[in-house]
């Protein structure tokens, strides 16, 4: 069975502060996706990130990075210098290999206060 | 270009009534996906087209009906609905040729079951 888990249900942070978003997920599957989506107020949901399981390196975007440790089983999400453009409900997804579903984790909200 | 359209925006409807919502994509995408979000909640998978045919429906109610009429546009009829089922439905397409790629979500439509 596939799990993802969000710890953090909201978190406050001032504007120009980085932030750190958790993601630990849990599959059998040594074949395995990951993935992060940002959902704004307005509702769509919008694709960040996917990496798979036998890609480790961590990537940067902007002010956006990602931490994968298959060690620890986490795909942590770290926005720097934040925005209030940046506020949203952040999920965390896993996808294995021969599966069409994804499965989210239960959302982090971020408000990034100005 | 990413992008999935969905009409309409907003939908209130009665219990007896019948309407349909939309989704539309133009890239070429041959899997597309609906999806139910309650508040406060990450997506709920409902069903997924693959190269137009039926391919999961995850137990969902028959008042709920689902129809590809072509590789670029997916319909959810909707009848008889209960105001349990006001949510937001959002449509996602991804490119179908292996079973872990990236979906792309639309804007959603916010159904309102009076």
């Known amino acids: 069975a596939q799990k993802v888990t969000q710890a953090q249900t909201e978190i406050s942070v001032v504007e120009k502060e980085d932030v750190t978003l958790d993601c630990v997920y849990e599959?059998?599957?040594?074949?395995?996706?990951l993935f992060w989506y940002k959902q704004p107020p307005s509702g769509e949901l919008v694709f960040l990130i996917r990496r798979n399981s036998f890609d480790e390196q961590n990537e940067i975007s902007g002010r956006y990075s990602w931490n994968f440790q298959k060690s620890t089983s986490s795909f942590n999400f770290t926005i720097t210098a934040s925005q209030v453009v940046d506020s949203a409900v952040y999920f965390c997804?896993?996808?294995?290999?021969?599966?069409?579903?994804?499965?989210f984790g239960t959302g982090t909200r971020l408000t990034i206060i100005p | 270009d990413t992008e999935v359209t969905q009409t309409p925006k907003h939908l209130v409807m009665g219990m007896t009534n019948k309407k349909s919502l939309k989704c539309e994509q133009h890239?070429?995408?041959?899997?597309m996906y609906w999806y139910k979000q309650k508040a406060k909640k990450p997506p709920e998978l409902m069903f997924v087209?693959?190269?137009?045919?039926?391919?999961i429906n995850e137990s969902v109610p028959s008042r709920f009906s689902p129809e590809c009429p072509n590789s670029s546009l997916l319909n959810l009829h909707l009848h008889a609905l209960q105001p349990e089922d006001s949510a937001l439905y959002l449509c996602a397409s991804s490119q179908g040729q292996q079973l872990s790629d990236t979906q792309y979500f639309g804007p959603g439509t916010r159904l309102t079951v009076l």
């Open positions: 997804a896993l996808s294995c290999f021969g599966n069409e579903k994804l499965t």
């Open positions: 890239m070429g995408h041959r899997a």
């Open positions: 087209y693959s190269y137009e045919k039926l391919s």
């Open positions: 599959t059998r599957d040594t074949t395995y996706y």
